[in-house]
């Protein structure tokens, strides 16, 4: 078993982050470990919904069957996932707004017969920097937060 996890500060808001979070169009464009769709997926995750996608870590790639198990916008995006020899995760997105944008906590655990010592925590590793850098590019996508919309700036204009 492994897992990872980082939070972040992002300079964008929760409502945008959360939008692209569940919308698995955007997937390709700011993670990290998603490749593409088996299938058409939902256009938006609600709980309950599912999809599978191949993702790839280490340079391996494989098919993961994932089911929306906790949605409530815009904070919390919770996905667990099934995979090939009895391998299983589950990826939670934790959104909170704060001063000047969005503190991000994602992470997920992993666990299967082959992902132990050497391989979970290489896999451990490689996650963090891969999640990091998809966090980085989903805020990108998302954009700043409007100044209108930012807590800080209601405090400095008064």
């Given at each position: ?9 992002l ?12 919308r ?53 995006m ?81």
């Amino acid at each position: 078993m492994g897992s990872i996890a980082i939070t972040k500060h992002l300079p964008a808001a929760v409502e945008g982050l959360f939008d692209a979070i569940a919308r698995p169009a955007t997937w390709a464009r700011w993670s990290g470990f998603h490749r593409d769709f088996v299938g058409e997926p939902p256009e938006r995750l609600y709980s309950g919904a599912s999809l599978v996608s191949t993702v790839t870590l280490l340079g391996v790639t494989g098919e993961v069957r994932w089911t929306v198990s906790a949605a409530a916008e815009p904070n919390l995006m919770v996905l667990s996932g099934r995979g090939k020899a009895s391998t299983a995760c589950e990826f939670t997105y934790l959104l909170r707004p704060v001063a000047g944008g969005t503190e991000l906590t994602a992470g997920g655990d992993f666990r299967g017969p082959f992902l132990t010592g050497y391989v979970s925590k290489a896999l451990e590793q490689h996650g963090r920097e891969q999640l990091g850098e998809a966090l980085d590019r989903l805020a990108a996508l998302v954009g700043p937060v409007p100044a209108a919309t930012d807590p800080s700036s209601e405090r400095r204009q008064t």
